[in-house]
């Protein structure tokens, strides 16, 4: 799996949108980039993920550059509960393998 | 979404004890499990790959004979950690992929995770 970049915090006020940023510069033409985010003391939660065009869900909006080097994950109005380490994973689809995790984004949203 | 059931949720035990902890998928059957450990304020490390019916293959640096994997079933694999010390103590968690799993839906589901103090 490509290896992915994440600054490792970040703060946003509650009802901002929250804008994570990963760099992953080698990514190959397979491998899709997967959002999952950890709530303290839980384990981890499948937010998004996508390919080349841009995904919204209910939770979240990835928007990936047009060259695959780096994505965006888009909270659009951050809540507290959203506070959370998020982990950017670049990876094929359909693997068997098992989810390569990096040190991710602390993400504290404040009132 | 699928549902991963990890039991129990927080465990003490005493140094030299065994402890179990059972992931279960509830509406789905995996073939294949994952066991993960997770050190305070560190990144989750993959511990071993559980596949049903047969032998767990495990991750370089992890003790084979210390932390038993069992797969018994397409709903449920077990994590045992023997003779546990008090570097044992962390938090385990497991993750599920449903069998047949292709390319329309490939997030992996994670249990709730179980948080182990040997003392």
């Known amino acids: 799996d490509a290896k992915t970049t994440q600054p490792p915090s970040m703060d946003c006020a509650e009802g901002r949108a929250a804008n994570l940023p990963c760099n992953h510069s080698t990514i190959s033409g397979n491998e899709y980039v997967y959002w999952y985010r950890q709530i303290h003391s839980q384990g981890p939660q499948y937010i998004i993920h996508?390919?080349?065009n841009n995904e919204t869900n209910e939770m979240a909006s990835l928007i990936i550059t047009e060259d695959r080097k780096s994505s965006t994950l888009i909270l659009p109005h951050a809540t507290l509960r959203d506070t959370a380490v998020y982990y950017c994973i670049v990876r094929v689809e359909s693997s068997g393998y098992a989810l390569n995790f990096g040190k991710g984004t602390s993400l504290l949203v404040t009132p | 979404g699928a549902v991963v059931s990890q039991h129990p949720s927080r465990v003490i035990c005493k140094s030299g004890t065994s402890v179990k902890i059972e992931c279960r998928s509830l509406?789905?059957?995996?073939?294949?499990m994952f066991w993960y450990r997770q050190f305070p304020k560190k990144s989750l490390m993959l511990m071993a790959t559980s596949n049903e019916g047969s032998k767990a293959t495990y991750e370089q640096g992890v003790e084979k004979d210390k932390f038993l994997i069992n797969h018994a079933s397409l709903t449920l694999s077990t994590l045992t950690v023997t003779s546990a010390h008090p570097e044992d103590s962390s938090f385990y968690i497991c993750?599920?992929?449903?069998?047949?799993?292709?390319?329309?839906?490939?997030?992996?589901?994670f249990g709730q995770g179980t948080r182990l103090t040997v003392v």
């Open positions: 996508g390919l080349k």
């Open positions: 993750s599920a992929r449903a069998m047949g799993q292709g390319t329309s839906n490939t997030e992996a589901f």
């Open positions: 509406d789905f059957q995996a073939t294949t």
